[in-house]
């Protein structure tokens, strides 16, 4: 390395990342605080804000300069006042708030990540939700434990099942059945836009409950169904001809994968189709950054969980029996930053 390069060179971005955990619990803390709604469209000053949010000045202050340095808020004349993009997902109310997720990661998985050196050293997972076992297992039976986790992620699923709704052809099929269909929101979406497409959402009894509460939140019961069961020991309700397993493989391990594939291909007519939806990793698992994250949230949390790439995927659905396989991106309205996409095929 030459002597200009060396010179070049300094800390900064070690120091960055080593310093990313402050920046996530003062979002957190805002959050909590509800220092975004609080503020609003209006502008605020510090003694306003702490008022409001019963917090002393002189740390309510920090807060919020902690809040403008991440660009959260902006600041202007001695007042606060949110960002667009806070004011789009932070402010409670809104149809995009993403503050229920925020409580997820803050209560649920910060403190897990702090004993990462442990899961590591042991290749071992640890309760998340729940009293014991992997996040799956106690979703599976406690209703409570159910609405939370489905609840912390149904925000940030919104936009993804709309996308999904007009990127892929769903009216070339009669019935979809939604493989753990969680808060039921793709299924909804895809109806919502193809009016003669009718869909089941097959998951844990808990988490069907929940899901009817999306269906009949936005008036699809006529045409959305629930059916509780357990995708890897239960038959599938009868008559679909296309399944969906959105967010469903990265909770598992390869084999019961392939197995849900498996069952897929020997349940659909022919004709019939899948999809498969996930945040795709690299086929050589070293990026984006996002699914590589989430791959080591997957291996804190779950018994068998990873993060999937767009090669296995394939590799599973051609193994399975399934031809035309195709890839699409979803970044229109879902966002770069999770790389979602989905691989599909016919049987």
Not at 259 to 282: F, H, Q, R, T
């Amino acid at each position: 390395m030459s002597p200009g390069k060396i010179a070049k060179l300094n800390s900064d971005r070690i120091i960055e990342i080593a310093t990313a955990f402050h920046l996530s619990k003062i979002l957190f803390v805002g959050v909590e605080f509800d220092v975004f709604s609080i503020i609003g469209n209006a502008k605020l000053t510090p003694a306003e804000v702490a008022g409001k949010c019963y917090l002393p000045l002189r740390s309510a202050t920090r807060l919020l300069n902690g809040l403008t340095a991440i660009n959260l808020l902006k600041y202007k004349n001695g007042k606060y006042f949110n960002t667009p993009v806070s004011l789009a997902y932070l402010v409670k109310g809104k149809p995009d708030y993403l503050g229920g997720l925020m409580v997820a990661y803050d209560k649920m998985l910060y403190g897990r990540w702090g004993e990462l050196a442990e899961a590591t050293k042991n290749d071992s997972y640890g309760r998340v939700f729940g009293p014991k076992g992997d996040t799956i297992g106690n979703i599976s039976v406690n209703p409570e434990i159910a609405k939370a986790a489905i609840a912390a992620q149904h925000a940030y699923s919104v936009k993804p099942a709309e996308e999904l709704a007009g990127s892929f052809n769903f009216s070339k099929y009669k019935h979809l059945l939604d493989l753990g269909g969680g808060s039921g929101i793709i299924s909804v979406m895809a109806a919502k836009k193809h009016p003669k497409l009718k869909a089941t959402i097959f998951d844990f009894p808990p988490v069907c409950k929940v899901a009817e509460g999306t269906i009949a939140n936005y008036k699809m019961n006529g045409r959305v169904k629930t059916h509780p069961g357990n995708i890897l020991k239960d038959p599938f309700p009868q008559g679909a001809d296309l399944i969906l397993i959105s967010g469903i493989l990265d909770g598992y391990n390869e084999e019961n994968c392939r197995k849900m594939i498996n069952k897929a291909y020997d349940y659909l007519p022919k004709g019939g189709a899948i999809i498969l939806k996930e945040s795709i990793v690299s086929d050589d698992r070293t990026g984006p950054l996002f699914p590589v994250l989430f791959s080591i949230a997957l291996m804190i949390e779950t018994e068998g969980g990873d993060s999937r790439s767009r090669g296995e995927m394939t590799g599973w659905l051609k193994d399975a029996g399934f031809k035309n396989i195709s890839f699409k991106t979803m970044t229109k309205l879902s966002g770069k930053f999770r790389n979602l996409g989905y691989v599909t095929g016919v049987k």
